[in-house]
C-alpha cells in the first residue's frame, strides 16, 4: 500500500504542489497528464526527496516519512522503496550499462559488488541490452540508454517506480522500444507512476489517469471515464489541446 497524504511543495513563493493526497494500490499503474509546470515532475521528486516537500506524508509499505521531520535514514528508505526513470536518461556518461545498474544497487541498497553485478546482468538481459553490457552510454541510441535507465530503475526490486516522461526526450525512432520494455513491465504487474504524453500508451495500460493542473490532482479515472467523458473544464482544455 502507497499512501501519500497532503503533499505541498513550494519554490521560494511558488506553491508548485497543493494538498495532494492519493492512495495507489500494489499492482496499479497510474498516469499522470497535465499541462506543463503544474508540478508533475515536482510530485515524483518529492516521493524519493529528490524535491524535499514541504509538507505531508509518504508511506510505502511499511515505511511511513513525514516530510517535516525525515531523518537522513527516511530519505533512503524511501529511495531504497522507489526506483525513478528520468527523461533524460541521467546515466553516468563514465559508467557502462553495466556499471550505471550495478552502481545503483551498491549505493542505494548497499548490495556486494559481486551480487550487484549479476543482478545487473540478469537485467541487461531481460531488457534485451546483454551485448552492451560494456558499452559506455555516449555509443547507446537513446532508447538504450534509456532501456537502461529503466534496467537501473527495476535492478532495485522497489515498490514503486516512477517514470518523469520517459519517451519526450527520445528521437521519435526509439519511442516504441522503449514503451514496449514499459508495457512488458505493466504486465508484471509493477506499481508505477507514469508521467507521459503518450496517450494512447496511456489508454493501453493506465489503470487510472490523473489529470493535474496548477500543483493539484483536478480529475481522475480509469482511461475511459478520464480521456472520453472528462468532467472538468480544465482536463476537457486539455485533452482537446494534446488531440
Ligand atoms: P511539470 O513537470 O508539470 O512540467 P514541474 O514540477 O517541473 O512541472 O514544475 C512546476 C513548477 O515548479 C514550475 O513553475 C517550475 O518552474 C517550478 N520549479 C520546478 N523545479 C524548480 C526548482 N528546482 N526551483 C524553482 N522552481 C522550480
Ligand atoms: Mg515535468
Known sequence: MIRIENLSKSFGSTHVLSDISLDIQPGERIVVIGPSGTGKSTLLRCLNFLDAPDKGR?????????????????????????????QNYALFANKTAKENITEALVTVKGQPKDKAEARAMKILRETGLEAKADAYPA????????????????????????????TSALDPEWVGEVLDLMRALA?????????????????????????????????????????????????????????
Do not use: W, Y
Request: charged letters at 25%.
Open 58 to 86: 509518504i508511506t510505502i509499505g511499511d515505511l511511513t516519512v513525514d516530510a517535516a521531520s525525515a531523518s537522513k535514514k527516511d530519505i533512503l528508505g524511501l529511495r531504497r522503496r522507489t526506483g525513478f526513470v528520468f
Open 139 to 166: 555509443s547507446l541510441s537513446g532508447g538504450q540508454q534509456q532501456r537502461v535507465g529503466i534496467g537501473r530503475a527495476m535492478a532495485l526490486d522497489a515498490e514503486l517506480l516512477l517514470f518523469d516522461e520517459p
Open 187 to 243: 504486465e508484471t504487474r509493477q506499481t508505477m507512476l507514469i508521467v507521459t504524453h503518450e496517450m494512447q500508451f496511456a489508454r493501453e495500460i493506465a489503470d487510472r489517469i490523473l489529470f493535474m493542473d496548477g500543483g493539484r490532482i483536478i480529475e481522475e479515472g480509469p482511461p475511459s471515464q478520464l480521456l472520453d467523458n472528462p468532467q472538468d473544464a480544465r482536463t476537457k482544455a486539455f485533452l482537446r489541446r494534446v488531440g
